[in-house]
């Protein structure tokens, strides 16, 4: 089984089972997989870009400049932090990275690259097995009220949000999983059962 939707941004099925062999094998500079994680960004599909971190048990961060051109990095986990590449144009939009395997929450790192960005960045979300934390920094976008992530500044900026979980993020956006019983669709759902 393939993820549900590939086809309709021109990821064929072969290309994905490649993509999920490259990841397995932490080849995280294939062109192909590189391609199919910045196709599923462009489609809003966080839930593929978690996969292939899980997969790859590495990090992957995704930043998104202000004419959204996607900047894609991999790396060992915690060792991926945010950082202007080059060609990259300020504010960014967002700035997605993943815990692959491990709980969704902002870490300490992840907290100070958030108080450093904050006239740099308008958005962060963490992906991890538990799904979707996501972050808006008031300086930048226009909020009526929050919660903020921190009493001082400038994390007083950020917005403290709940975790939305992979399963209520997949009705919200109608994605419906085809219950077949190849390779692929076993590997898929034992990955995504461990977000329980
Ligand atoms: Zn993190």
Not at 151 to 165: C, G, S, Y
Request: aromatic content about 12%; hydrophobic content about 40%.
């Amino acid at each position: 089984m393939i993820p549900p939707r590939l086809a309709e941004y021109g990821i064929k099925d072969e290309e994905w089972l490649h993509t999920m062999q490259q990841a397995v094998y932490k080849n995280v500079e294939d062109e192909i997989l590189l391609d199919i994680q910045k196709r599923s960004v462009e489609h809003d599909r966080w839930d593929i870009v978690y996969l292939l971190s899980y997969l790859a048990g590495l990090e992957t961060s995704v930043l998104l400049d202000a004419e959204n051109k996607i900047f894609i990095d991999w790396g060992l986990p915690g060792s991926v932090h945010l950082k202007q590449p080059i060609g990259a144009k300020i504010p960014f939009k967002l700035w997605v990275h993943t815990h692959p395997r491990m709980d969704t929450y902002w870490s300490r790192t992840d907290k100070d690259s958030l108080a450093f960005s904050t006239l740099l960045l308008q958005n962060a979300s963490v992906l991890g097995r538990q799904g979707i934390k996501t972050s808006r920094n008031s300086t930048l976008v226009e909020i009526d009220e929050y919660r903020s992530m921190s009493d001082a500044e400038p994390l007083q900026f950020w917005t403290d949000e709940a975790i939305e979980d992979w399963e209520t993020w997949y009705e919200d956006r109608d994605i419906m999983f085809d219950e077949t019983n190849s390779l692929t669709n076993i590997c898929w759902l034992a990955t995504f059962n461990e977000r329980r």
